[in-house]
């Protein structure tokens, strides 16, 4: 899988969006973007994942450059429940098997 | 939808002893699960991959007598930490592959087990 590089650390303001960057220059055509957050002591959560196209859900939206090596994760309205380290990971999709590999991730806080 | 739990959430021992923890998909299928180790302020790592009715693949690394591994069901996968020593303490996390076909193609993960061994 290929690897992904994210800033250690950010902090944002409750209320409001935060952004998150990952670079990920080595994918391939048939890997897709996930993005997974843990909150402290507990397991991770997903949260989205996309190949191409942008994505939204009722968590955060998922911006893929044309390019596909970076992507940007953007949650529209911190809250302090926000605080986390999120993970951006890249895999092929489509096989149970294939694996996750957590990199350090970037930790979220978000402030009043 | 797509839960997964493990049992017990914490749990401390005696050096020497085993213990067993139970991951368990609640509401889907899961022909994969995933076991992780975390150490404090570190990201996750793969120990193994366990497949129904087949032996787990473990990580290099990772010592499979060490730690056991049964997948009986499409529910249910156990890991066994055997004769554990304080160098086994940390927190066990376990995931549960969905269905492609469900719109689950990802893994769901439990809330983890912190064990600590005395």
């Known amino acids: 899988d290929a690897k992904t590089t994210q800033p250690p650390s950010m902090d944002c303001a409750e209320g409001r969006a935060a952004n998150l960057p990952c670079n990920h220059s080595?994918?391939?055509?048939?890997?897709?973007v996930y993005w997974y957050r843990q909150i402290h002591s507990q397991g991770p959560q997903y949260i989205i994942h996309?190949?191409?196209n942008n994505e939204t859900n009722e968590m955060a939206s998922l911006i893929i450059t044309e390019d596909r090596k970076s992507s940007t994760l953007i949650l529209p309205h911190a809250t302090l429940r926000d605080t986390a380290v999120y993970y951006c990971?890249?895999?092929?999709?489509?096989?149970?098997?294939?694996?996750?590999?957590f990199g350090g991730g970037t930790r979220v806080l978000v402030k009043p | 939808g797509a839960v997964v739990s493990q049992h017990p959430s914490r749990v401390i021992c005696k050096s020497g002893t085993s213990v067993k923890i139970e991951c368990r998909s609640l509401?889907?299928?899961?022909?994969?699960m995933f076991w992780y180790r975390q150490f404090p302020k570190k990201s996750l790592m793969l120990m193994a991959t366990s497949n129904e009715g087949s032996k787990a693949t473990y990580e290099q690394g990772v010592e499979k007598d060490k730690f056991l591994i049964n997948h009986a069901s499409l529910t249910l996968s156990t890991l066994t930490v055997t004769s554990a020593h304080p160098e086994d303490s940390s927190f066990y996390i376990c995931?549960?592959?969905?269905?492609?076909?469900?719109?689950?193609?990802?893994?769901?993960f439990g809330p983890g087990t912190r064990l600590t061994v005395l």
């Open positions: 990971i890249v895999r092929v999709a489509g096989a149970a098997g294939n694996k996750l590999t």
């Open positions: 080595t994918i391939s055509g048939n890997e897709y």
């Open positions: 509401d889907f299928q899961a022909t994969t």
């Open positions: 996309g190949l191409k």
């Open positions: 995931s549960a592959h969905g269905l492609a076909g469900a719109g689950l193609d990802t893994q769901y």
